[in-house]
């Protein structure tokens, strides 16, 4: 709590010799077994709207550092999107761009690490962001997130498989044909629909493990094990308002993809705190 802050590359070096020191917690997490799942609660629509509205404080509190930390978002979005469009893959542009939801849970690691120290009463700093390099969660968040960038690259090649069997294999000659032959042919229909319930497959698993999972690994001594088996069944539990509440994040981050990703340094922050929150209303 006192610890002071140089430069950030001694700070972060700082926190790299800390993710060392707890190495072998960090291990004994991962090992943990699932026989102590905590209690889960039901959740309504009001909660939705009750954390939104925290969301929005936390927010509103935290802006300048929450701003700071998601700014590259759009930078890297853009960057995917403009290599898509240098190399001819316009079929892969929306799938990436509908991909944010699958690893938008890494990007709100920090945001609710923000909002648990907002709700102790302490003033956040963006330096508590990286407060995970020195967790002993730090090795079962890590190997959530690279289960999350996994599903991700899985999901792209899904995508192009489904376009290479419909409108492929060839690549369009430019956006304007690609979307043209989705709209008006049969086979564009068909590559449309068919994305459209993959992805959902692949954004329900993605949702399902991570709900809770990473908030809980940052909140207590749980246990990958214990979070993943808790976050599937907060969301068995609680089905239509979870699927409400990922619905919610999907549409956000896919409008707030539209103006060169720049609705992402508002839309990320709020649903990340108002994502903490969740899982305290969720999990007793």
């Excluded at 207590?220 to 239509?240: C, D, W, Y």
């Amino acid at each position: 709590m006192g610890q002071t802050i140089g430069n950030p590359l001694s700070w972060l070096a700082q926190n790299v010799g800390g993710a060392g020191t707890h190495l072998g917690e960090s291990i004994e997490q991962v090992k943990s077994p699932t026989n102590d799942i905590p209690q889960i609660r039901r959740l309504a629509m009001q909660d939705l709207v009750q954390v939104l509205k925290l969301g929005l404080q936390d927010f509103a509190a935290c802006r300048s550092d929450a701003m700071f930390l998601v700014f590259f978002y759009p930078l890297v979005g853009i960057a995917l999107i403009m290599s898509a469009m240098a190399e001819q893959l316009f079929p892969l542009m929306v799938p990436m761009i509908l991909g944010f939801a699958i690893i938008g849970p890494v990007a709100a690691l920090g945001l609710y690490e923000m909002s648990a120290r907002r709700e102790a009463g302490f003033k956040p700093r963006w330096s508590d962001a990286f407060s995970v390099l020195r967790s002993t969660a730090f090795l079962p968040i890590l190997i959530l997130s690279l289960f999350l960038a996994a599903l991700f690259i899985t999901w792209l090649v899904a995508a192009n498989l489904i376009y290479i069997h419909t409108l492929g294999p060839d690549q369009p000659e430019n956006m304007r044909s690609f979307l043209t032959e989705v709209f008006t042919s049969r086979s564009g229909h068909i590559m449309a629909l068919s994305g459209m319930f993959v992805g959902a497959l692949f954004a329900v698993t993605a949702f399902a493990v991570s709900f809770i999972s990473f908030p809980m690994l940052l909140d207590r001594r749980a246990g990958l094990p214990v979070a993943v088996v808790t976050s599937l069944r907060a969301v068995r539990l609680n089905f239509k308002i979870t699927m409400i509440w990922g619905a919610l994040i999907g549409a956000s981050l896919a409008l707030a993809a539209i103006p060169f990703f720049v609705g992402m340094i508002i839309v990320v922050p709020v649903l990340g705190h108002a994502t903490w929150h969740l899982y305290r209303r969720a999990v007793v």
